[in-house]
Structure formats: structure tokens, C-alpha cells
């Protein structure tokens, strides 16, 4: 493991991270009962300072003032540590990603004359449905 969480532009010391482990909730007999397997990883955004402000104050508008990710999926501890950290390294990921703006387009001159030809020809092809007049 490297010592430095990597998610997105984030370059976060592990050393800010809060690490707790208990016991796994659920059937699984002695083993889950007794072994601490249950990984709880915690990053507290309002007190870190390996963020700048403008990180800052994205994380604690999307996500708040402390992160959390829990992997209980392993029967080893050191299973669950690396999901956990994978998981906290997706949730600053995708709460610092900024969706590209969107740029207004028009429609072009052919698009708008192919348009308005097909309403033409849907409305010709409607006026000259109705009833067959017999003939006298």
C-alpha cells in the first residue's frame, strides 16, 4: 500500500484517515463472532489540511463534513481494509468530479429546411386522406 489515497486531483496522507474494526454482522458461527474483520474507514473533510479551499468546500457541500466507507465482505481483515479504502477512494472520487458544461447548439440551416420539408410532406400526405366521394 502506498502511503498517499489517490482520488481524482485528491492526494490525501493515509495518515488522515480514522480506521475502526469490529466484529461483522450476520450468521458465520464463531469466526464472524470473534474476529474483527469489519473494516470502517473515516476521513474527516472539515479538518483536513491536504485540501485546498476550493476541495474543501466541494466535499463538504456534496458528501459533508466526514466520509465513511465499511467492507464487511471478506473474512480477512486485510480484504476489507483494501475495499474500504477503495470505496472512500470512489465516494472523494466521484464527489469531486465536475460534469462538463454543457454548450448550447442550434440546429443548422439543412437540419431546420428538413425539418420544416418533412412537416410538409406529413401534412400532404394527411390533406389528401378523407373520403372518397362517389362518383355521379
Given at each position: 500500500m502506498t502511503d498517499v489515497l489517490r482520488a481524482g486531483r485528491l492526494r490525501i496522507p493515509l495518515s488522515e484517515l480514522t480506521w475502526r474494526f469490529d466484529t461483522p454482522g450476520g450468521p458465520g458461527g464463531q469466526h464472524a463472532n470473534r474476529a474483527a474483520t469489519?473494516?470502517?474507514?473515516?476521513?474527516?473533510?472539515?479538518?483536513?489540511?491536504?485540501?485546498?479551499?476550493?476541495?474543501?468546500?466541494?466535499?463538504?457541500?456534496?458528501?459533508g463534513p466526514v466520509v465513511t466507507a465499511t467492507a464487511a465482505d471478506a473474512r480477512s481483515q486485510a480484504a476489507n481494509r483494501r475495499l474500504a479504502l477503495d470505496r472512500l477512494t470512489s465516494a472523494l472520487a466521484e464527489a469531486m468530479h465536475e460534469p462538463r458544461k454543457r454548450r448550447p447548439t442550434k440546429p443548422g440551416r439543412s437540419a431546420k429546411a428538413r425539418r420544416v420539408d418533412t412537416k410538409k410532406r406529413r401534412g400532404e400526405l394527411k390533406r389528401t386522406r378523407g373520403r372518397v366521394r362517389p362518383d355521379d
Open positions: 469489519r473494516a470502517v474507514v473515516t476521513f474527516t473533510v472539515a479538518d483536513s489540511p491536504s485540501l485546498d479551499d476550493a476541495a474543501r468546500a466541494r466535499l463538504l457541500a456534496r458528501v
